[in-house]
């Protein structure tokens, strides 16, 4: 560590002392037990409420082949579209609702405290059934809503530092966090496990999408406000964390 950085530490490392769990910072905490924050986002006047048909698992399955083959892979074949099936399966293999105790529903992925704070959020450009446009991804309901509609790869892709990845892709997931969720047990530390969470979501997705033969490339390189702005974020109580592209895979063999 340079002099500098020990008389003034820099944002990393007061953001890893600060959220630092210690005897001290532990004891010292309370929970708010009257308000445990709703783990589910629903938008009040989407333009639609889209139905995802049931997910159906195909192609490979076995783990240990799909651990072995998983790669980010970001040549796509433009000009086709993905179909809805496949789009359902990946959702559901992200975020999908797979058990219930009492009043918390467990999902396909992990989360600190099964306090779910990422909300998943699509970019169709190419989906067969599904018009050009935004969508919000609701797991309980199983279904989509549909927030804006029309064409923003090239939005998107320049909010991504320009990579064509996101200008061929059929579909981009976005991952926002909502913080309000973690902030109320974890306080600040609840800004490390977002991206905790996040990659377990994404690693869910490359895994799927290597099942059914598609290609999945996972993109951290983003102007975040760039981002928040296309997707209506405040980017504080809620903002994106992560994305990635999924895609029809230009030496795509049948899965
Ligand atoms: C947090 C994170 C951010 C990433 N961001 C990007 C990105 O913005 N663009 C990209 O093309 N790949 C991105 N990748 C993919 C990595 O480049 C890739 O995982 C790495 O080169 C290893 O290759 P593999 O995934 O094929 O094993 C990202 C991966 C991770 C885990």
Known sequence: MSEREKEQ?????????????????????????????????????????????????????????????????????????LKLNDLSALLWATQGLTAQFGDTFFRTAPSAGGLYPVETYLY?????????GIYHFRPGDYDLEFLKKGEYSAQLTEAALQQTVVLCAQVTFIWSAVIARG????????????????GHIAQNLYLAGEA??????????????????????????????????????????PA
């Open 9 to 81: 530490p820099e944002i990393g490392t007061r953001f890893q002392n600060e959220t630092k769990y210690t005897p001290d910072s532990l004891s010292s905490h309370v929970f708010n037990l009257g308000s445990i924050p709703e783990t589910f986002k629903e938008y009040p006047n989407p333009i639609a409420r889209i139905s995802l048909p049931e997910p159906k698992a195909r192609g490979e399955s076995n783990l240990w082949k799909l651990l072995l083959r998983r790669r980010s892979r970001r040549e796509y074949t433009v000009n086709k579209s």
């Open 183 to 198: 902030r109320w047990k974890y306080n600040q530390r609840a800004y490390r496990y977002v991206y905790l969470d996040a």
């Open 124 to 132: 169709v450009r190419a989906v067969d059934g599904l018009e050009e």
């Open 212 to 253: 059914l033969g598609l290609g999945v490339c996972a993109v951290g390189a983003f102007y975040d406000d760039g981002v928040n702005h296309i997707m209506d974020f405040d980017g504080e109580e809620e903002t994106v964390i992560y994305m990635a592209t999924v895609g029809l895979r230009s030496e795509q063999k």
